[in-house]
């Protein structure tokens, strides 16, 4: 079952979609606050979520895709997943 | 910022990854159990992720995609995320 292409491991995943969102909200023109808040996320958690210092959960990644106007798979296809 | 088209709800979401990712485990002829080893995550848990009843995180939807070898954004594509 394993694969043999090489695989991004755990923090690689956090990194990339942290620095999805991100870049996905700075071309919205929000602030991380702002994001935050529209995603009804707690705002230090939003950044360390960011940051890939949080493992985000699927309800945090449909809520932070809804603010941010796009699908959740799409985030996860932005981040290589 | 507010989307105008139905969403699905916070149980919705974690029903329909959950149905998701049992009807391509059977599909792959795997028990539950099987899956769980293959992910690497604990059997009772797994049985809760599969019947919605946990807000699965990203590093485990990636583990579950992995073992089924799928992508994890095609997992949420499926489950209408």
């Known amino acids: 079952m394993q694969r043999v292409s090489a695989k991004m491991d755990d923090a690689g995943y956090l990194t990339a979609i942290g620095a999805v969102v991100r870049a996905r909200r700075l071309k919205q023109g929000l602030s991380q606050e702002a994001l935050a808040d529209l995603s009804g996320i707690d705002r230090s958690h939003m950044g360390r979520i960011e940051r890939g210092e949080r493992n985000v959960t699927f309800l945090n990644i449909v809520r932070i895709a809804n ?3 796009c699908r959740p798979s799409h985030l ?6």
Chains 1, 2 share one sequence.
């Open 76 to 81: 996860l296809r932005l981040a290589g997943a």
């Open 67 to 69: 603010a941010l106007d």
